[in-house]
């Protein structure tokens, strides 16, 4: 079976996939919460430099992000290989619509619940960390969820410019069994690719709804603990 002959070169492949996306995953959380931070100063000029600069990153289109850092890149005396380049331009990308994820999350969190906090004594980092991401994780987690299969499917992006992925791995294949035997098995290679990209994005749906059930645990509790049935609002007489 050809697939099983190609099994060393499919795995290399697979093997560099995976390692993007991890690298692509950190990377566009990193940019995501530095382009948040930025985005929530009272810096005009920084907050109207990065708000254009999200806006560019999510209106161009991706390959094109790709190409220019890949091409443009050198030109500046950065020099990256195409791993690293496709890794930059894609978590620059990915960062930029994971800000306003995390930006909605935290908008959705009432003002009464920010002003509770500081009612307590807690300030900065504090309140952030105990009180508004607590509450803006169950609204913040399905997109971002969402955003990180997107990035595992962008990384095939990175076949373009030579990244030995397994999207790009299946084009050699198919390169190769088309000059050497004749006919090809596109619809094999292709078709294989779409199982490994389907149960690689099914399991990071499963772990995300994972960690929104975690953060959403003390809804349950309290639906649980209410003794009106679930659904319903208790009417109170004027």
């Known amino acids: 079976m050809l697939l099983l002959e190609f099994r060393n070169f499919l795995l290399a492949g697979f093997v560099n996939t995976l390692l993007l996306s991890l ?3 950190a990377g566009a959380t990193l940019c995501a919460v530095l382009f948040t931070v930025a ?6 000029v920084l907050t109207g430099f990065v708000y254009g600069l999200v806006e560019c990153l999510r209106d161009v289109p991706l390959m094109v992000t790709v190409l220019l850092a890949y091409f443009v890149l050198p030109k500046a005396g950065i020099s990256l290989n195409p791993f690293w380049s496709s890794a930059l331009s894609i978590s620059l990308w990915g960062g930029a619509n994971g800000a306003h ?10 003002k009464g619940q920010r002003e509770a906090a500081d009612a307590f004594g807690l300030r900065g980092w504090r309140k952030l960390v105990l009180v508004v991401l607590p509450q803006a994780m169950p609204v913040i987690i399905p997109p971002y969820v ?3 299969t997107g990035l595992v499917q962008a990384s095939s992006l990175g076949a373009v ?13 198919i390169e190769q069994t088309t000059l050497t035997r004749g006919g090809s098995p596109a619809y094999l290679v292709y078709g294989f690719l779409l199982v490994i990209y389907f149960v690689l994005c099914w399991l ?6 994972r960690c929104e ?3 959403t645990r003390h809804l349950t509790v309290a639906d649980e603990a209410s003794p009106l049935p679930r659904g319903t609002t208790q009417v109170v007489p004027a």
């Open 146 to 148: 969402g955003l990180v």
């Open 101 to 110: 994820i995390i930006r909605a999350g935290l908008t959705a969190v009432p």
């Open 39 to 44: 985005l929530s100063t009272r810096s005009t």
């Open 204 to 209: 990071i749906s499963l772990v995300g709804r």
């Open 213 to 215: 059930q975690y953060f």
């Open 161 to 173: 410019i030579g990244v030995e992925e397994v999207f790009r791995a299946g084009q050699v294949i």
């Open 23 to 25: 690298v692509l995953t």
